[in-house]
């Protein structure tokens, strides 16, 4: 019983982290954009100086 279990849970390990690696990338991704966008702003309001 115990090394059914065992199998099991590894078995869906790579699954877990695959999504929890596409997860840490597209939230990477969003703060990119979020950051890109900051700095647009922060450009703009310096050359108005």
């Known amino acids: 019983m115990d090394r059914l279990v ?3 849970s590894l078995s869906e390990m ?3 982290y695959g999504i929890i690696e596409e997860w840490q ?3 990477q991704v ?3 954009e979020d ?3 900051q700095n647009s702003k922060e ?3 310096f050359n108005e100086c």
């Open 35 to 37: 950051r890109l966008k």
């Open 43 to 45: 450009k703009k309001r």
């Open 25 to 27: 990338t597209r939230i």
């Open 14 to 16: 790579p699954v877990k």
């Open 30 to 32: 969003k703060q990119d």
């Open 6 to 8: 065992q199998s099991f």
